[in-house]
T-cell receptor
Framework: DTGVSQDPRHKITKRGQNVTFRCDPISEHNRLYWYRQTLGQGPEFLTYFQNEAQLEKSRLLSDRFSAERPKGSFSTLEIQRTEQGDSAMYLC???????????FGSGTRLTVV | QKEVEQNSGPLSVPEGAIASLNCTYSDRVSQSFFWYRQYSGKSPELIMSIYSNGDKEDGRFTAQLNKASQYVSLLIRDSQPSDSATYLCAVRGGGADGLTFGKGTHLIIQP
């Protein structure tokens, strides 16, 4: 069990640039989640996949954000035209069953300058 | 709007004592409740889940749920300095899969 893997660990980008993050869930987990966390706050739900289907999206997910999970395995989260307010830790998590809690990855820390 | 409320702390507890962390939630149809521990600069780690009213014990941790009062708590017995972290309460509502997290309680165990 290699856990949930996220890449990169850190990303510094200039305002207006596009960034893409990758998440590899635990291999047998069919549910994959993206969250965003800023300092002093709890994680905020962004979106959720069951296999390759994106089943739920938060209102926080503006048109500049898009997520994919093309083959039901890894997932990518892209942010277009980044803004300073996008600076946060982006967390990916996975689970096998609906009822159970998640396993989080180490996160990707995004800094927009 | 679903809300999960926690006292942000810091909550300071002497080593060896019982730490009591509390959480209230607004969505009455919430079905699943979780406690995560988060060390500074790290990602959240699941430590307890609870789904029905009453107590659930796992080692030094006990989760308590009262759905009528919309209240969840976490007790940590024999607190250790390594328990010093932020504890996040998370709730899953009926029909939705995403968890709603509180802001967390910062717990400090004093040696």
């Amino acid at each position: 069990d290699t856990g949930v893997s996220q890449d990169p660990r850190h990303k510094i980008t200039k305002r207006g640039q596009n960034v893409t993050f990758r998440c590899d869930p635990i291999s047998e987990h069919n549910r994959l989640y993206w969250y965003r966390q800023t300092l002093g706050q709890g994680p905020e739900f962004l979106t959720y996949f069951q296999n390759e289907a994106q089943l739920e999206k938060s209102r926080l997910l503006s048109d500049r954000f898009s997520a994919e999970r093309p083959k039901g395995s890894f997932s990518t989260l892209e942010i277009q035209r980044t803004e300073q307010g996008d600076s946060a830790m982006y967390l990916c998590a996975s689970s096998l069953l609906w009822a159970e809690g998640y396993t989080f990855g180490s996160g990707t820390r995004l800094t927009v300058v | 709007q679903k809300e999960v409320e926690q006292n942000s702390g810091p909550l300071s507890v002497p080593e060896g004592a019982i730490a009591s962390l509390n959480c209230t939630y607004s969505d009455r149809v919430s079905q699943s409740f979780f406690w995560y521990r988060q060390y500074s600069g790290k990602s959240p780690e699941l430590i307890m889940s609870i789904y029905s009213n009453g107590d659930k014990e796992d080692g030094r941790f006990t989760a308590q749920l009262n759905k009528a009062s919309q209240y969840v708590s976490l007790l940590i017995r024999d607190s250790q300095p390594s328990d010093s972290a932020t504890y996040l309460c998370a709730v899953r509502g009926g029909g939705a899969d995403g968890l709603t997290f509180g802001k967390g309680t910062h717990l400090i165990i004093q040696p």
